[in-house]
């Protein structure tokens, strides 16, 4: 978050992670490959400045087969 304190003025400060299994929707089949209704891997972050303003929302999808999550967060 060095670009969001640089650009913006706000000290990160944490950010919060959650993982789930969700079944694929019609685009996503298409996307990647598999079956309507297949898991696929969500993330969904929520990163908080110091004063815990919301600074970064996102969510992300992957083919989970194969894939490997790592997260380190300082």
């Given amino acids: 978050y ?33 079956n309507e209704g297949a898991p696929i891997l969500v993330v969904r972050r929520r990163a908080l400045d110091l004063a815990g303003a919301v600074v970064e929302r996102r969510v992300s999808r992957y083919h989970a087969p194969g894939y490997h999550y790592e997260s380190v967060l300082s």
Wanted: glycine share 12%; net charge negative.
């Fill in 2 to 34: 060095v670009l969001v304190e640089r650009y913006y003025g706000r000290a990160g400060g944490r950010a919060e992670e959650r993982l789930v299994a969700d079944p694929a929707t019609t685009a996503e089949a298409n996307f990647f490959g598999v």
